[in-house]
């Protein structure tokens, strides 16, 4: 079952938001303010600090969103001189570098 999210007018910032620059993703609730910071990346190409789990454990990477995939719910991350698909569900906080 789908949760409807607040209208923006009605909705509060989470407080993950209110409480400092990093975005902390927990659970699909968060889900729109963590879209809007990727796409803030893509469209004014912002870099971005994702810390995302990997197989090797906790990681943090640092570059600009160059694709948002929302039907495979991945991003393409470009660092330095190379690049990496990430999934949504892999992506555990997010902030402006």
């Given at each position: 079952?789908?949760?409807?999210?607040p209208?923006?007018?009605?909705?509060?910032?989470?407080?993950?938001?209110?409480?400092?620059?990093?975005?902390?993703?927990?659970d699909?609730?968060?889900?729109?303010?963590?879209?809007r910071?990727?796409?803030?990346?893509?469209?004014?190409?912002?870099?971005?600090?994702?810390?995302?789990?990997?197989?090797?454990?906790?990681?943090?990477?640092?570059?600009?969103?160059?694709?948002?995939?929302?039907?495979?719910?991945?991003?393409?991350?470009?660092?330095?001189?190379?690049?990496?698909?990430?999934?949504?569900?892999?992506?555990?906080?997010?902030?402006?570098?």
């Amino acid at each position: 079952m789908n949760k409807p999210y607040p209208s923006p007018s009605t909705a509060s910032e989470p407080a993950w938001i209110a409480s400092g620059p990093a975005a902390a993703v927990q659970d699909q609730e968060n889900w729109p303010a963590l879209e809007r910071e990727l796409s803030r990346s893509l469209e004014k190409h912002v870099k971005m600090t994702l810390t995302v789990d990997t197989p090797q454990g906790t990681s943090r990477l640092r570059g600009f969103v160059t694709v948002i995939n929302t039907y495979l719910q991945e991003i393409k991350l470009r660092e330095e001189d190379d690049w990496k698909w990430i999934r949504f569900e892999d992506i555990r906080s997010i902030q402006e570098a």
